[in-house]
């Protein structure tokens, strides 16, 4: 079965810091989908970024860049130069190829607080 | 366009009372989600839908948990006997067609049994 860890449940930084949120999974399938999640304070969950197996290639979009390494399972999310409206629990989620639709399983969550 | 939208977005029941969350999904997306949110932890897949067809409700906790969606739009996941357990935020998840899409999230519903 899958599964996703987040470590770190809560992350405090002052603005204009850099965030590195950590998150590592477990899949047997070979072909899979990783995901981050933002859910502010209103609760509803924004997508933020998504990555299939087959592209280890890391990228930066705007303030949120990725990591994606298959040789240590692990998918981590940094966003530079932090602002408060950045305040929110961020979810890292695992999407597997053989389940039915897309069902996500995700990760307790990292909580980011960020002061001005 | 108008998002995915459910509602009551609170409720609170009495321990024993049946309850019914209805989810509005983004027009035309096919794939329709439920997904349970427990307090300070992560979403937790409940069932799925594609058009009518529920093709996955391993998630379900037990038989007291019960989700349509009988014309491929609007979905109802309706709880009988509610619980203190049941206490969580409800969410709904809509996405389209294509294979691995973004899925849209509604506001949840947050039900409280007391």
């Known amino acids: 079965a899958q599964k996703v860890t987040q470590a770190q449940t809560e992350i405090s930084v002052v603005e204009k810091e850099d965030v590195t949120l950590d998150c590592v999974y477990e899949?047997?399938?070979?072909?899979?989908?990783l995901f981050w999640y933002k859910q502010p304070p209103s609760g509803e969950l924004v997508f933020l970024i998504r990555r299939n197996s087959f592209d280890e290639q890391n990228e930066i979009s705007g303030r949120y860049s990725w990591n994606f390494q298959k040789s240590t399972s692990s998918f981590n999310f940094t966003i530079t130069a932090s602002q408060v409206v950045d305040s929110a629990v961020y979810f890292c989620?695992?999407?597997?190829?053989?389940?039915?639709?897309?069902?996500?399983?995700f990760g307790g969550g990292t909580r980011v607080l960020v002061k001005p | 366009g108008a998002g995915v939208s459910q509602s009551p977005r609170y409720k609170v029941a009495k321990r024993g009372q049946d309850v019914a969350l209805r989810c509005d999904p983004i027009?035309?997306?096919?794939?329709l989600f439920w997904y349970q949110q427990a307090l300070g932890q992560g979403p937790e897949f409940l069932t799925y839908f594609q058009n009518e067809a529920q093709l996955d409700k391993s998630g379900l906790p037990s038989d007291r948990f019960f989700a349509e969606r009988p014309e491929g739009s609007v979905s109802t996941l309706k709880i009988q006997r509610t619980q203190q357990e049941d206490s969580a935020v409800y969410l709904c998840a809509s996405s389209s067609r294509l294979a691995y899409n973004e899925q849209f999230f509604g506001p949840g519903t947050r039900l409280t049994v007391l």
């Open positions: 989620a695992l999407s597997e190829a053989g389940a039915a639709g897309n069902k996500l399983t």
């Open positions: 899949t047997r399938d070979t072909t899979y989908y």
């Open positions: 027009s035309g997306h096919v794939s």
